[in-house]
């Protein structure tokens, strides 16, 4: 079934309606004129082979123009029937010109031009709705449900196996698929025909009567998403999606399974190709403990870790609610898993150093800090308390007990920062280089990335809310961009870079093309189902202190240099005096114990002379992944 043969007609059921409504337009011609002779008592009334002709002919035309044969009767509604009063007026106006130019009107009365389109409007219009009542009748007479006609979107192998199961699924009726590949055209899978492509999509949609779509392209990248979702939203349909590959591979998502288009999918990028063989040899057998466990990363961290086979997995977490999750779902999904649950602080040296002795740990991923940047710029105590000093209390602890790889999870913010969180991700790092000098025997590594899809305090979760509110949606300034990768994404980045890595590196993640908020912004109100600025509003609240109108991936004297993962970039660490950055975190220690938030500040420009504490106009500078001869890499 091809979408010219809908169109025009040329199917049988098409073509038993195009006669019926041909016929309809001799009935109403005739009637027009036996109405307007009877009631005018002029004499017989007479009717041309050349008149209907010309009327049949140019109503046919106006039939086809207006798109009266794209809808199917048994869904006919308001629309419909205003195309096709619609079509009548038109129609009638035509044939007037029509008989005019050829015959001057000869023996066809100007009244019959009024009568002609309200009686065909009402000779068309009925025996849709008549139709559609006696099938919706029929179907509560016998207690059937009406079927949901759903058209597939991609008629590939993921489309094939959700074609084979809605064959099973009585609540569904597949009336088509669409796909691009040329192969696929006019073919048949699993007896369903491929009525055409992508782009089609709109037109073919309306054209079968579909009511839902069906997203099958779990393999596209975040491009063909967008493209295959701007075309749904064109239908007015509503959709759904197949989850993503490694949503399924990694046990997040059951294949076949239905679900909204989420904003991961349209942001997410082309899947990670790891070298599993090496992360799995590098964890296989290992005792590992995760820091901030029940966090957005490190949850997700842990979730990676179960599935490497460690010989144990140690979570210390501050907050009792997230640890209790995260321990729970992961004793559900992993009943073999030896699990240590701990409750404890990072700045806590007796905790840590209890955590590493129950734990054996041999690997330490150090995921817990403070990330919120607004929310700590007046909390310069917090932020180096725990994103600086309870990092190197960890790091401290796990190069005495005899770790052999701690790896720190930074930011993109730790680059030329502009916030106190960054600026203290960036002392973080600087501490645990500083490690890697006094315990040789332990490999630090620092892993920056920028902004996570979903995570805990993050845009989407806020942007979710505020849509489900009502609006607005607040953003803070029009042209302001951001990097995001996935909580997955990043994570399995994290492990490449701890076994890969070795003491002292510094791992920059390529983190794709950045992302106009106020672009994500509309996209999650249209995939709520809403229309910007109609129904949610989309106002701009300013940069906040602390923020950049757009985030920097390097330093402009940065020495980044490829690594063996394409998704990994190396930076050259720069000597540091360790007297200088000893001195101060002491002197940051004795500031935090006091609340002398002043010494504090002065901490942060003694060890970061170029930071700039509230740079709420500073737009970062991005520069491409490329070798600088000369530099600091941050």
Aim: hydrophobic letters at 50%; one cysteine or more.
């Amino acid at each position: 079934m091809r979408l010219s043969e809908l169109r025009l007609g040329l199917l049988p059921p098409r073509a038993a309606v195009v006669m019926h409504d041909l016929g309809m337009v001799a009935l109403a011609w005739w009637l027009a004129k036996l109405l307007r002779y009877q009631l005018a008592h002029a004499g017989s009334m007479h009717i041309g082979v050349r008149e209907l002709a010309m009327v049949l002919a140019v109503q046919g035309a106006v039939f086809a123009w207006t798109g009266l044969y794209r809808g199917l009767w048994r869904f006919a509604s308001v629309p419909d029937l205003w195309n096709i009063a619609r079509a009548c007026a038109l129609g009638a106006v035509l044939v007037g010109v029509a008989l005019f130019l050829l015959d001057r009107l000869a023996g066809v009365p100007r009244s019959v031009l009024f009568l002609y389109p309200l009686i065909l409007a009402f000779a068309l219009g009925v025996p849709r709705l008549l139709y559609r009542y006696w099938k919706d009748s029929r179907l509560e007479l016998f207690g059937q449900q009406p079927l949901t006609r759903v058209m597939v979107v991609g008629a590939g192998r993921a489309g094939d196996a959700l074609l084979r199961d809605l064959r099973r699924d009585a609540r569904y009726r597949v009336v088509g698929c669409v796909d691009d590949a040329p192969q696929l055209r006019g073919a048949r899978v699993q007896g369903v025909p491929v009525l055409g492509t992508l782009e089609q999509l709109p037109e073919i949609a309306q054209a079968s009567g579909a009511q839902m779509l069906l997203i099958a392209m779990p393999s596209a990248n975040a491009a063909q998403m967008r493209r295959a979702v701007a075309l749904c939203e064109r239908s007015g349909l509503p959709f759904r999606t197949l989850p993503r590959l490694e949503d399924v591979v990694s046990g997040r998502a059951q294949r076949n399974e239905l679900k909204p288009v989420s904003i991961e999918d349209l942001l997410g990028r082309d899947a990670i190709d790891l070298d599993w063989e090496r992360v799995r040899a590098g964890f296989a057998g290992r005792h590992v403990l995760v820091s901030g466990g029940g966090g957005s990363i490190g949850s997700e961290l842990c979730r990676q870790v179960a599935r490497l086979g460690v010989a144990s997995l140690t979570i210390l977490e501050v907050s009792e609610f997230n640890l209790y999750r995260i321990a729970s779902e992961l004793q559900s999904a992993f009943p073999d898993l030896l699990l240590r649950p701990l409750l404890g602080d990072c700045g806590d040296p007796a905790a840590v150093r209890n955590a590493l002795t129950v734990s054996h740990a041999q690997v330490v991923l150090h995921a817990a800090a403070y990330k919120h940047v607004p929310l700590l710029q007046n909390q310069t105590r917090q932020a180096l308390r725990n994103n600086v000093l309870a990092t190197r209390t960890l790091a401290q602890a796990a190069g005495a007990a005899g770790a052999t790889s701690f790896v720190l999870v930074s930011t993109d913010k730790a680059v030329n920062p502009s916030s106190v969180m960054g600026a203290s991700k960036r002392i973080a790092e600087m501490a645990c280089l500083a490690e890697a000098q006094r315990a040789p025997a332990c490999d630090f590594v620092t892993v920056r990335f920028g902004n996570v899809l979903d995570s805990a305090g993050s845009v989407v979760p806020l942007f979710r809310e505020q849509i489900a509110r009502g609006g607005p949606v607040t953003v803070t300034h029009p042209e302001v961009t951001r990097y995001f990768m996935t909580i997955p994404e990043a994570s399995q980045l994290i492990l490449q870079a701890a076994v890969q890595g070795r003491s002292g590196d510094i791992f920059a993640l390529d983190m794709g093309e950045p992302v106009r908020i106020h672009d994500l912004a509309e996209q999650m109100i249209r995939l709520s189902g809403k229309q910007p600025g109609r129904d949610i509003a989309i106002v701009y609240s300013g940069l906040r202190p602390g923020e950049k109108l757009f985030e920097e991936l390097f330093h402009p004297r940065a020495n980044y240099a490829p690594t063996a993962h394409p998704k990994l970039f190396l930076a050259a660490p720069r000597a540091i005096s360790r007297e200088l950055l000893d001195a101060q975190l002491a002197r940051a220690a004795e500031a935090v114990a006091a609340f002398d938030e002043t010494a504090l500040e002065s901490v942060l420009q003694a060890l970061l002379p170029s930071f700039i504490p509230n740079p709420a106009a500073t737009a970062g500078t991005v520069l491409p992944f490329a070798r600088v001869d000369n530099g600091d890499p941050a």
